[in-house]
């Protein structure tokens, strides 16, 4: 670990580790490992592959090609439907009457839904398990409506969430993706279903790595319709279903698009998520044939040539904040502690932290104090901000003035010890 000064340390200090990086600086500048060879030709117009524990894209294809997203889009539906629930505005047992405007035949011949039925009742848990799942555009309409009345409300919502994640090139009009107005690139729609992932890791389990649904049941009945026997419904994601370490996300199909997939998957600690946009293949079953063959294929390649390590990372000490409201500050990472890498050089992967020695108040929660590198041989991977977990205010003309004399003395006797 290294102890950095603060910029208003003493001339001394500054003369001194202005040597010591000297000494650093065969560590470089930050580089793009490249692995053994390129990843296989997929048919997509545009593809990514995203490591998860980073956000590194490891492969682009036309990454910012705008395409719509078709059933991706989906995702965004549920991501606002969880923020909803998070923030105890709906509940999973909440339950829905569904509205016969949510309904086939109002839906496209041919779309994909999960066979609601007007006035059944469903609960929100159950709308989302079949739009994930089964793709259902009748549950995204249904959900959309039970948040905001309308799809076109909703929709409004949908794009004030991907904004506010800076995710500028994702626009959407309605929940389900049927319209070719929604409009998403891969290395931004990348970027959101690993915030969504993060945001809400519980979205795995609940509903993308199912492998079926049972709906409608008993339950769900109406007046003039009753569920009889057990109605099994399978994830149209077909690498859920059959690619080892596969738990998501979303498949799709629009004829203004073609063939698109959301996966991800995970082995060993290491995850990736790829996109695909705009496949091609001849009839709904075999384009749907390609796109799970063409996302085994970037996996397969992702698995075997790069692998996330998360080496221990020293010890981080508290920093002194002067002149502050609380004499000192504690640090935490500003995203997750780990790398991704080229399997060829994971065993020369080193860790090590550099971090102010101290600081002068008002510090700001959130404000860079240091960092942890992460290199391999004498190239910098990887580096994670360190940043204070808390505000630190000023303190009153007391530690002011205690601050000043001690630093005083510092400055003459002690420049270098530690504080």
Not at 106 to 129: E, H, N, Q
Not at 163 to 179: A, I, M, R, Y
Not at 294 to 309: H, I, P, Q, R, Y
Not at 377 to 396: E, P, W
């Amino acid at each position: 670990m290294i102890l950095r000064p603060s910029r208003r340390f003493p001339v001394l200090s500054l003369f001194v580790l202005f040597l010591a990086l000297q000494s650093l600086s065969a560590a470089g500048r930050a580089r793009t490992i490249e692995p053994g060879g390129p990843p296989p030709s997929v048919s997509a117009k545009a593809v990514v592959i995203m490591d998860d524990a980073t956000g590194t894209i490891l492969f682009a294809k036309n990454p910012d090609l705008a395409i719509p997203p078709d059933s991706l889009t989906k995702l965004v539906t549920l991501d606002v439907v969880y923020d909803k629930l998070n923030a105890g505005l709906l509940s999973r047992s909440q339950i829905v009457t569904v509205d016969p405007r949510d309904c086939s035949p109002i839906i496209p011949i041919g779309s994909s839904i999960m066979y609601l039925r007007p006035g059944m009742p469903v609960s929100i848990l159950d709308l989302m398990k079949g739009t994930a799942v089964v793709s259902g555009c009748d549950g995204a309409f249904a959900l959309a409506r039970a948040v905001s009345g309308s799809s076109e409300e909703f929709a409004k919502l949908m794009n004030a969430d991907v904004q506010s994640k800076g995710l500028t090139d994702l626009h959407f009009v309605e929940p389900s993706g049927l319209s070719e107005k929604n409009l998403v690139t891969a290395r931004q729609f990348a970027e959101f279903c690993r915030m969504y992932l993060h945001d809400h890791p519980e979205s795995i389990g609940e509903l993308h790595s199912l492998h079926y649904i049972d709906f409608p049941r008993p339950e769900n009945a109406t007046p003039d319709y009753t569920p009889k026997g057990k109605i099994i419904q399978y994830n149209r994601n077909d690498l859920v279903l059959d690619y080892p370490g596969c738990d998501g996300l979303k498949t799709g199909y629009i004829v203004e698009s073609g063939f698109n997939l959301a996966a991800t998957a995970e082995r060993n600690g290491t995850r990736f998520i790829i996109v695909t946009l705009g496949g091609t293949g001849s009839g709904a079953s075999g384009g749907g044939s390609v796109r799970a063959s063409d996302g085994a294929k970037l996996l397969d390649w992702s698995f075997a040539n790069w692998k996330t390590e998360t080496p221990p990372v020293p010890k981080i000490p508290t920093i002194r904040t002067w002149f502050g409201a609380r004499a000192r500050v504690s640090l935490v990472p500003a995203s997750t502690l780990a790398v991704t890498v080229p399997d060829a050089e994971v065993a020369g992967l080193a860790v090590r932290a550099e971090i102010d020695r101290q600081t002068v108040a008002p510090i700001a929660k959130g404000q860079k104090l240091g960092q942890v590198i992460y290199t391999s041989g004498s190239n910098i991977v990887r580096t994670v901000d360190l940043v204070a977990s808390q505000d630190v205010k000023k303190g009153n003309i007391f530690i002011l003035i205690r601050d000043a004399i001690e630093r005083f003395w510092r400055s003459i006797f002690a420049p270098l010890s530690p504080v």
